[in-house]
């Protein structure tokens, strides 16, 4: 190579140095100044796409009924520059800015978004104050503004304080407010129960209320779209204008309410029912009942179900060893598991239904199960089952408590279904008519009455009614001063996916199915129920055995009160009594025995998968660079 040629790929080297050098600056620059390129060339590799806006954020932005120049308004408050917000907040803001700039992008003009600094005694701080957005005091004693207003035209509603334990839910409620504001028109649903899931005033008298409840949350929420009306438990006719129906808890409901909900069925209206083997928070929920001695009651309906073809034995619970949830625990203590009480992963729901397809948890306490065939002209699909490691047990048994259930657990390597949904064309389940009131006359059905619907209509059915109640599906938590939420499973989203399913609104359906981030490792579940039943067996002799010497041992100590004392136990009586005693206490420490090396294999299961999961992708990146160094050198010599 000649010199003139050495000095032109030198200068080309150099020239090639500095335009890549030139090109870094510049995307550097573009990253700190998050422009709307990067904001174009930006990848989301996480599992659900939570950098992304879901499929029905984007469908409704882009089809909001807008006319010619209109705008959605949302105003981000955050503080900013001399009133600085905790560490711990700054993070978060700059995740809740990026999103606001995904829905610019998505909205394509239909929505403004305007950044405020409402910093003291300024025009911001009285439009954050008007706009609803509470100001927070810090540990330093400043006042800071952090939520956001969405406004058209005379419309508004805030998100008044947010917090980073709501992450999962922003999408969902600011989308849900731009909706909301562009469509004020509300569906009526109605809601009927035996149990006060509307709330109770409290005594006046006694000032605050006292003595009043809440209303549940699941109804707070479903008010945000809908026109919520309680329907009278006694009721004989559903109200024309009611489209949906959700009935939870249906105990000692009459014949004449079956036949009301039958013939809104059959006119087309569409029914949500939550039936129940055990209502566990019954007395919880009703302070009235706390005292009563009776057990959780149980409720059905009967009639129906009959009508339609379906059985459901409310004298039943499911069990189900591998979806577990595990409760209790703390201060050292590890957590206990509950068979009866179901925490369903995405892999127990129907993934075809919009309903159920997108959710990641539900927890579902002393659930009863669905069989029989529908009725002709009838479709039936499962939306929510068990695994095959699942057994029925008597549902008095709830009140033995896990060890009980765990200790008689014999799978029946089959699925149950604890939710359903049928389709197509009801006839009636009272085909003489409204049910005689006991008076002797003619059963022949009234003029009002309708035998078969004139177009396909829609019931979902679900085996049990707690999983409504709040503290199977959201945690209340205070941030500065403020009540917050937080959703811990999926619960109220189905419910609320599924009045949007029947409504004919599901846009809002994928964005709500996105609220829940929290997915236990399956292999952990399935290694841990493995474990469990291999160590099963063998504790159950032990604890037979254990109980059998228990015994004798109390039978000999009766012995010796019917004698009261009067005779001297004999070397051989004596000696049988600390055999006993020997045994009880070997059986005690093999059961102790047992019971650590099942944690310590459990401990064990869960830090090699913890692990695994951490170490994989590096190994496999230091793998892939110490390939690559050696092919590289191959290359060299």
């Known amino acids: ?98 999103l606001l700039k995904e829905y610019e992008m998505a909205a394509d003009g239909k929505v403004n978004i ?58 969902y409620d600011l989308t849900h407010a731009i909706y909301r504001v562009t469509q004020p ?74 036949y009301a909900i039958d013939q809104f069925v059959v006119r087309g209206g569409k029914l949500i029912a939550f039936v129940d083997p055990v209502c566990a928070v019954e007395k919880q929920s009703n302070p009235a009942n706390a005292m009563r001695p009776q057990p959780p009651g149980s409720s059905t309906l009967k009639n129906l179900f009959e009508g339609w073809g379906i059985e459901f034995d409310n004298s039943k619970i499911v069990m189900d060893m591998h979806n577990p949830t595990q409760m209790g625990g703390g ?51 499962i939306l929510m089952r068990t695994s ?45 008519g409204a049910p005689s009131d006991g008076a002797e006359e003619d059963a022949a059905p009234g003029s009002d009455h309708i035998a078969s619907a004139d177009e396909p209509g829609a019931v979902i059915l679900f085996g049990d009614a707690d999983m409504l109640y709040n503290d199977f599906w959201v945690q209340k938590m205070n941030f500065f001063g403020q009540q917050m939420m937080q959703v811990v499973s999926d619960n109220n989203n189905l419910l609320q996916n599924a009045v949007e399913q029947l409504s004919g609104d599901s846009s809002l359906i994928a964005i709500r199915s996105r609220t829940v981030t929290s997915r236990p490792f399956k292999l952990i579940k399935e290694a841990e129920a493995e474990a469990e039943k291999e160590f099963r067996s063998e504790m159950n002799k032990l604890e037979e055995d254990l109980k059998e010497t228990r015994q004798k041992l109390n039978d000999l100590r ?31 420490k093999k059961m102790k025995e047992l019971q650590k090396q099942l944690t310590a294999k459990i401990n064990f ?17 230091a793998l892939l660079g110490l390939f690559l160094a050696v092919a590289r050198r191959r290359t060299v010599l």
């Open 1 to 98: 190579m000649s010199k003139a040629q050495k000095d032109f790929q030198t200068l080309a080297f150099s020239v090639a140095g500095l335009a890549v050098m030139g090109v870094l600056l510049v995307m550097i620059n573009i990253i700190a100044n998050g422009s709307s390129l990067m904001h174009h060339l930006r990848g989301d590799f996480t599992a659900d796409k939570v950098y992304t806006l879901s499929d029905g954020s984007k469908k409704i932005l882009q089809n909001l009924p807008l006319e010619g120049k209109e705008q959605v308004q949302v105003r981000y408050y955050c503080s900013r520059g001399k009133v600085e917000m905790p560490i711990f907040l700054k993070s978060f803001a700059k995740r809740v800015d990026d």
């Open 114 to 171: 305007e950044r405020l600094n409402p910093l003291p005694f300024t025009n911001d701080e009285d439009k954050a104050t008007l706009d609803g957005i509470d100001g927070q005091m810090t540990q330093s004693g400043n006042r800071i503004y952090f939520g956001i207003a969405i406004t058209f035209i005379d419309q508004t509603i805030a998100l008044p304080v947010l917090a980073p334990q709501s992450e999962n839910t922003l999408e």
């Open 185 to 258: 028109e509300k569906a009526t649903v109605g809601v009927m129960s035996s149990l006060p899931i509307m709330g109770s005033p409290g005594n006046p008298m006694m000032g605050m209320q006292a003595g009043g409840q809440a209303p549940w949350q699941f109804v707070v929420e479903l008010k945000k779209n809908y026109e919520v009306r309680e329907v009278d438990f006694a009721v004989e006719e559903i109200p024309s204008d009611i489209k949906i129906l959700i009935l939870l808890h249906p105990k000692d409901i009459t014949e004449a309410t079956e």
């Open 331 to 381: 201060r050292g203590q590890r957590a206990e598991s509950r068979p009866a009480v179901l925490s369903l992963s995405n892999e127990a729901l129907d993934k075809a239904d919009i309903t159920t397809n997108a959710l990641d948890l539900l927890i579902v306490p002393y659930t009863g199960v669905f069989t029989g065939e529908p009725a002709e002209g009838l479709e039936r699909t």
């Open 388 to 432: 095959s490691n699942s057994m029925l047990v008597d549902a008095f048994k709830a009140n033995f408590g896990p060890t009980a259930l765990i200790k008689d657990f014999e799978a029946s390597d089959k699925q149950h279904a604890i939710a359903i949904k049928l389709i197509g064309m009801f006839n009636t389940a009272f085909p003489e």
């Open 558 to 588: 009766r012995t010796d009160k019917e004698k009261g004392q009067k005779f001297v136990r004999s070397a051989d009586e004596e000696a049988e009594i600390k055999k006993f005693r020997k045994k009880e206490v070997e059986a005690s």
């Open 605 to 621: 299961i869960e830090i090699i998968t913890t692990w695994t999961n951490i170490l994989a992708m590096p190994t496999i990146v």
